[in-house]
């Protein structure tokens, strides 16, 4: 078990740990008041490209939870700072929403869909069979294929959503050209999200739903890793793959008394000072 109390910096996923959908899920409210009240410091770095992180900022200030802006971390921002990086001045055909769009503009990624260099790809409800036919054409003419995130589903309220990876797959099937990820768990993005905290990988701990993202992206940053069954994965999920997770808790909630309990223990085992 991990000893929370030393662990400095927490990187955590949204979706399936913090919410599904616009449900908050139990033990989140006191997770978070306990990394605040013990000066813990804290990022949400997330797979989904839809909004930003004012976006998520006011989702979570509406399931009454109170989060700094700075604390929020996409793959769409990773995405635009990959392709900042590897082209500047670029341009992009987008299949994606407001959290895509807005931050390949502030990177300074021109919108472009008759001859661009890149089609990126997230989710949205811009997701359409015409859409999907100018992507494949532009490919097939050239443009290099970008994915935010290789998630192929993400957990809602009332079951599971289609996500980046399965909505790309027809254009790699078709194209047969297969696309770059930019989000977990994609070394970029975690190498970002730790500078972000100022936090060396051995002191930060990676908290997520997903063993294919969240844990494998922790585990390869060098960092503890904490599976929560709150998502997608459940106790079998362990079962297939070969590598696990530092510790597996039913949801974040239980996080607070854990360190609780350490903190218990250690004082217990702590000479007298008589």
């Not at 929370?4 to 978070?32: A, K, R, T």
């Not at 990773?78 to 931050?103: K, M, R, W």
């Not at 990177?107 to 069979?129: K, T």
């Not at 993400?154 to 297969?178: H, M, R």
Request: net charge negative.
């Amino acid at each position: 078990m991990i000893d929370f109390n030393n662990i400095h910096g927490f990187i955590s996923d949204m979706d399936g740990v913090i919410y599904h959908g616009n449900e908050i899920l139990p033990g989140v409210p006191e997770f978070l008041s306990w990394l605040k009240d013990n000066g813990k410091k804290f990022l949400f770095l997330t797979n989904n490209s839809n909004l930003t992180p004012k976006g998520l900022q006011q989702k979570m200030a509406r399931m009454g939870l109170e989060v700094g802006e700075e604390h929020f971390y996409t793959s769409a921002q990773a995405t635009a700072a990959f392709l900042q990086d590897q082209a500047p001045g670029c341009s992009a055909y987008v299949i994606g929403e407001a959290g895509l769009l807005n931050a390949l503009y502030d990177a300074g990624i021109v919108m472009n869909d008759v001859d661009p260099d890149y089609v990126v790809v997230g989710e949205g409800r811009n997701y359409s069979l015409d859409s999907l036919t100018k992507a494949c054409n532009l490919v097939l003419s050239g443009a290099k294929l970008i994915g935010a995130c290789a998630d192929v589903s993400g957990p809602i309220e009332n079951g599971i959503a289609p996500a980046c990876g399965a909505l790309i797959s027809p254009i790699e099937i078709a194209t047969g050209v297969k696309a770059y990820f930019c989000g977990k768990p994609n070394p970029l993005m975690m190498r970002t999200g730790l500078r972000m905290l100022n936090c060396h990988s051995a002191d930060a701990v990676m908290i997520g739903d997903r063993m294919d993202t969240d844990i494998i992206s922790g585990l390869e940053s060098g960092m503890s890793t904490v599976l929560v069954l709150s998502g997608i994965s459940t106790p079998e999920t362990l079962r297939m793959y070969g590598y696990r997770p530092s510790t597996v808790l039913s949801g974040v909630g239980d996080i607070p008394a854990h360190a609780e309990a350490s903190a218990d223990h250690g004082s217990h085992d702590a000479p007298s000072s008589t």
